[in-house]
């Protein structure tokens, strides 16, 4: 798991990580005071942030989107913050289901 919260943590990430268009992109658009970006990789399952202490499985997520090969899940700790989760498409069980079925009500 890699956390994000401004262009600085961006040199976690090899350059050649195939993540790491996707998540500059997004950090770009998340203004600092408002959230924060989580890289997701395999084998993560459980979170251990300041704002929540969960699994994946039992987050509450408000939206989830599909960018090239990853799920963008956002969870709102409240109405002015929010985390965006950047989690492999391919990632197994309960969690791709939940995650998909959100992806697919998005318009």
Known sequence: MFIFKTRADLHQLPPRHPALPIVTQLLNQIPPDC???VLVEEGDDFINLPEMHSRLEEISWDGATKI????????????????????PIGIPGELHGLLEELSSAAF
Do not use: M, P
């Open 35 to 37: 959230g924060y970006l």
């Open 68 to 87: 090239e090969g990853y799920f963008h899940a956002v969870h709102l700790t409240n109405n002015e913050f929010g985390i965006g989760f950047l989690i």
